[in-house]
């Protein structure tokens, strides 16, 4: 007899539903503020579409056809975020009175600021263009860079974070970190000319502030020096500023509210700073001494390069 034929099935329903029963923060029933993530997603790429006209077109975006083309995202756009900005208002605060007519005016807002956040992100693929040698033109940078994506949204949830929204910009934001391996949070403020070259693994916290023409590699972390104060530290200022032409090179952690990155710094890979570094100051690592050892016996450096080519030749 088979499993559902003998029972088997029912009795696994009861017992997923008594667990229900004993975790009820993980369940939602007749819940009517549920925030969608697939609509929120379907958002993130009209937004996109608006941000870089053309390029994720299902097909040639005609010049002729531009206005249907953004009158009809913009549509879509009111539509689908004006409910999910409902709904996550009625998350945090309840329905009441006025909550369509106040979604209404964050949406209008929120879109408003597409040309200004268009103009940054000219900048933004600018600062990828010349700062990247292996670059192949600004098409391939907005169609494959992960780091122009991942600053995309983030400009798009940071201003939906100033407008008060709940939620959503941390939904976006996560959205982009789980397809690049670049975590920003909505609230972290970022100048202009800003260029992440590889991008995977880098954090960077809510309260960080970075300004003009800022350049960062893999790896780095712009964060809290302790979060055990827990809620408490909301509102706190925890993470670094950094000041206008900084380069930070990969490995290296930043952290702590009060420390300020001075303009024209560079700080070299797996720095670990929780200090501020004054302007047109280089900061690097001492390199550690490497020992190489063939067959467990030390050995220099010379001697392994002569054994090496000995066994290429």
């Known amino acids: 007899m088979s499993f559902a034929e003998n029972g088997g099935v029912k009795k696994l329903v009861a017992s997923i539903i008594a667990s229900y029963e004993e975790n009820p923060e993980l369940v939602k029933l007749d819940n009517t503020d549920q925030i969608n993530k697939e609509v929120i997603i379907h958002v993130l790429e009209r937004l996109r579409s608006l941000v870089f006209a053309g390029y994720f077109a299902k097909k040639p975006l005609k010049a002729n056809f531009l206005e249907f083309y953004v009158g009809e995202l913009l549509e879509d756009l009111i539509y689908n975020l004006q409910r999910q900005i409902t709904q996550a208002l009625y998350h945090k605060e309840g329905p009441y009175d006025g909550v369509r007519e106040r979604s209404e005016r964050i949406t209008h807002a929120f879109l408003e600021k597409i040309p200004a956040i268009r103009r940054l992100m000219m900048t933004d693929v600018e600062a990828a263009y010349d700062g990247d040698p292996a670059a192949f033109n600004r098409d391939e940078i907005i169609l494959s860079y992960p780091g122009v994506y991942a600053i995309m949204v983030n400009r798009l949830a940071h201003e939906l974070y100033l407008l008060e929204v709940p939620l959503i910009p941390r939904m976006m934001t996560e959205s982009a970190h789980g397809l690049t391996g670049i975590d920003?949070?909505?609230?972290?403020?970022?100048?202009?000319?800003?260029?992440?070259?590889?991008?995977?693994?880098?954090?960077?916290?809510?309260?960080?502030?970075?300004?003009?023409?800022?350049?960062?590699?893999?790896?780095?972390?712009?964060?809290?020096?302790?979060?055990?104060?827990?809620?408490?530290?909301?509102?706190?200022?925890?993470?670094?500023?950094?000041?206008?032409?900084?380069?930070?090179?990969?490995?290296?952690?930043?952290?702590?509210?009060?420390?300020?990155?001075?303009?024209?710094?560079?700080?070299?890979?797996?720095?670990?700073?929780?200090?501020?570094?004054?302007?047109?100051?280089?900061?690097?690592?001492?390199?550690?001494?490497?020992?190489?050892?063939?067959?467990?016996?030390?050995?220099?450096?010379?001697?392994?390069?002569?054994e090496f080519w000995d066994y290429v030749i």
């Open 184 to 306: 920003i949070h909505p609230g972290a403020s970022i100048g202009r000319y800003f260029f992440i070259d590889h991008g995977t693994g880098i954090v960077i916290g809510e309260t960080t502030v970075i300004g003009d023409y800022v350049k960062i590699y893999q790896g780095v972390t712009l964060g809290a020096l302790s979060t055990r104060g827990g809620r408490l530290l909301d509102g706190v200022k925890r993470h670094p500023t950094i000041e206008d032409h900084v380069t930070i090179y990969s490995g290296a952690s930043i952290l702590g509210g009060s420390t300020v990155i001075g303009e024209g710094v560079v700080i070299g890979s797996n720095a670990f700073i929780t200090k501020s570094v004054p302007e047109r100051t280089k900061v690097s690592v001492k390199n550690t001494d490497l020992q190489y050892m063939p067959d467990g016996k030390p050995a220099s450096h010379e001697a392994l390069q002569e």
